[in-house]
């Protein structure tokens, strides 16, 4: 069975999810990179295929339902740390011009 999914994260972070996913029996087939215009703050809009073998090969170690449930999780856990990564760089950036206005006036 295949399964496409779009996931929002860094690189670092989606190498950390696909560990994730594939030590938990699925396979990772293709891996596409969102462009520049996607981009947000460090982070991409990536494409991921998936595939989950029919025949189980780990000697049923994993079923089906615990195979998704670390799918999503993985998932959720890259998105929410691509989503704080862009939250704190926004707030920087306002601090930052804030700031600059401030010292700005004061100087005038």
Request: glycine letters at 10%; a positive charge.
């Amino acid at each position: 069975m295949q399964r496409v999914i779009t996931v929002r994260a860094s690189q670092s972070d989606l190498n950390v999810a696909l560990g994730k996913i594939v030590s938990s029996g699925w396979k990772v087939l293709s891996t596409t990179r969102g462009s520049e215009w996607g981009r947000v703050g460090f982070s991409y809009k990536w494409t991921v295929i998936l595939e989950r073998p029919d025949t189980v090969s780990d000697g049923g170690k994993y079923s089906t339902q615990q195979m998704e449930n670390c799918l999503s999780e993985a998932l959720s856990s890259a998105t929410k740390k691509s989503y704080i990564k862009a939250f704190a760089l926004f707030g920087g950036l306002l601090v930052g011009l804030t700031l600059f206005f401030v010292i700005m006036f004061a100087v005038i």
